[in-house]
């Protein structure tokens, strides 16, 4: 599996980004995707899921209402829309592939979960 991340950039805080993730090497619709960050000096962690099918999505309390993940299957590509930027979101931004099945979203977010993870693509939100 190849996940290959892109969109990140700089940008002053209160604007948005939108990063993108195109997916290869299986059948792209039938696993769970999310996407983690890691800022300087601090351990990954995770942003936001979306479930197979794009019915349920799930994410870290810190983003929720200003981050929207998506996907199309047709294209296999996730996408993360990030608004109103801020500071404390810079960081590397990746995107991971369920390893196997999760029961849900929210079930991406587990550390046990085992993933397949993308290379970053960095993320600097200046105040």
């Known amino acids: 599996v190849q996940l290959q991340a892109s969109g990140g950039g700089l940008v002053q805080a209160g604007g948005s980004l939108r990063l993108s993730c195109v997916a290869s090497?299986?059948?792209?619709?039938?696993?769970?995707m999310g996407w983690f960050r890691q800022a300087p000096g601090k351990e990954r962690e995770f942003v936001a899921s979306?479930?197979?099918?794009?019915?349920?999505?799930y994410y870290a309390d810190s983003v929720k209402g200003r981050f929207t993940i998506s996907r199309d299957n047709a294209k296999n590509t996730v996408y993360l829309q990030m608004n109103s930027l801020k500071p404390e979101d810079t960081a590397v931004y990746y995107c991971?592939?369920?390893?196997?099945?999760?029961?849900?979203?929210?079930?991406?977010?587990?550390?046990?979960?085992?993933?397949?993870w993308g290379q970053g693509t960095l993320v600097t939100v200046s105040s």
């Open positions: 090497g299986r059948t792209f619709s039938v696993y769970t």
């Open positions: 991971a592939q369920a390893i196997r099945g999760v029961t849900s979203a929210q079930g991406m977010s587990a550390s046990t979960t085992p993933r397949f």
């Open positions: 979306i479930f197979w099918r794009g019915d349920n999505t």
